[in-house]
């Protein structure tokens, strides 16, 4: 791992932000390991994510960001080290955490409304089932609803809206209950660019008002390259961590992979070429638009 790497601007405001005013981070891994049998998917991860920090969360199929994922919300257990949420070890049901899961169709016949789906991430929580607790909950649902903008369809059936919409009122699930820690599982998938833009609007907003540190798992870093701090890349067992200038680069991609991949930077994207995995990092979309081997405009970062 990239342990030695020159501390960066990126790196310094994440620090500054450091830790909350209890003094712990949001997300602390300490010397942390996950295999199963004789795979290992990571070893010895060290990473600690300050309060308002944003961590985009990369690799091929397979290379364990689900399974991190997993570790945090206290579903599985590491094989080895520590893994601390707002200074507290990692448990099942930690309301410090918010999870947005990857977009899923709805089962037809399910009849789950909008609101329905945010009141369960507020149920089994501090305010109780009293008179007193039942109007604090529908006050939290109310404002963590008009949050996302899902007024006007969070009284209808969840199977009868859009990709965008359901993802916007899970959005408002992971956040009804003030999470300190905002999980986010490919939450852009099978979006629309406006979609994907307005949901990640979101997402950074929250950071950016109540200090959410968010890790944010994705394929695809273009749509939310602005508003990542650091990057944790993971490859078969290895990985680096960093700023995305330090990581996103055809250099450290390359170590990673094992093989030569060029990282080029085209009006603004990153276009990544040569992992093998057309999705990784680049999105069906870029694929379309990226014969790298055939372009005169080729860049190496
Ligand atoms: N409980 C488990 N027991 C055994 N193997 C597992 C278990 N959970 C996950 N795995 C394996 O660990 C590997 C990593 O899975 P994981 O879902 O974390 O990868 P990922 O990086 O999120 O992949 P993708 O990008 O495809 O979603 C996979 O090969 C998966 O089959």
């Known amino acids: 791992m990239n342990k030695g790497a020159a501390l960066t601007e990126h790196t310094d405001r994440a620090e500054r932000r450091a830790t909350g005013t209890d003094g712990a981070a949001a997300v602390r891994l300490?010397?942390?390991?996950?295999?199963?049998?004789?795979?290992?998917?990571?070893?010895?991860?060290?990473l600690e994510v300050a309060p308002g920090e944003f961590v985009a969360v990369l690799g091929p199929n397979g290379s364990g960001k689900t399974s991190l994922m997993r570790?945090?919300?206290g579903r599985?257990?590491?094989?080895?080290?520590h893994a601390h949420i707002a200074g507290a070890p990692v448990r099942a049901g930690n309301h410090d955490i918010g999870y947005v899961p990857q977009q899923k169709t709805i089962d037809a016949g399910v009849q789950l409304r909008g609101v329905d789906l945010v009141g369960l991430g507020v149920d089994g929580h501090r305010w109780g089932l009293g008179l007193r607790g039942r109007a604090e909950r529908k006050r939290k649902v109310a404002a963590a609803i008009a949050d996302v903008g899902a007024e006007a369809f969070a009284h209808h059936a969840l199977e009868s809206?859009?990709?965008?919409?359901?993802q916007r009122l899970r959005v408002a699930q992971a956040l009804v209950g003030d999470p300190k820690v905002l999980l986010c599982d490919e939450p852009l998938l099978s979006l629309d660019l406006a979609n994907q833009r307005l949901v990640s609007e979101l997402i950074e907003q929250r950071r950016r008002a109540h200090g959410t540190a968010v890790l944010f798992v994705t394929h695809e870093i273009?749509?939310?390259?602005?508003?990542?701090?650091r990057v944790l890349y993971l490859v078969d067992g290895r990985f680096r961590i960093g700023p995305p200038d330090e990581v996103m680069t055809s250099e450290v991609l390359s170590e990673l992979y094992g093989t030569e991949v060029d990282v080029l930077r085209v009006r603004g994207r990153l276009v990544v070429v040569g992992t093998g995995?057309?999705?990784d990092a680049l999105g069906a979309a870029?694929?379309?638009?990226?014969?790298?081997?055939?372009?005169?405009n080729r860049v190496r970062a």
């Not at 300490?30 to 060290?46: K, P």
């Not at 273009?222 to 701090?229: A, C, G, R, S």
């Not at 870029?286 to 790298?292: D, P, R, S, V």
């Open 222 to 229: 273009n749509p939310i390259l602005p508003l990542v701090d």
């Open 71 to 73: 570790v945090l919300l």
């Open 277 to 279: 995995d057309t999705m």
């Open 286 to 296: 870029g694929a379309q638009h990226c014969h790298a081997d055939t372009d005169p």
């Open 30 to 46: 300490e010397a942390a390991s996950l295999a199963f049998g004789d795979r290992t998917l990571w070893r010895d991860l060290d």
């Open 161 to 166: 809206l859009s990709g965008g919409e359901q």
């Open 76 to 81: 599985l257990a590491l094989s080895s080290g």
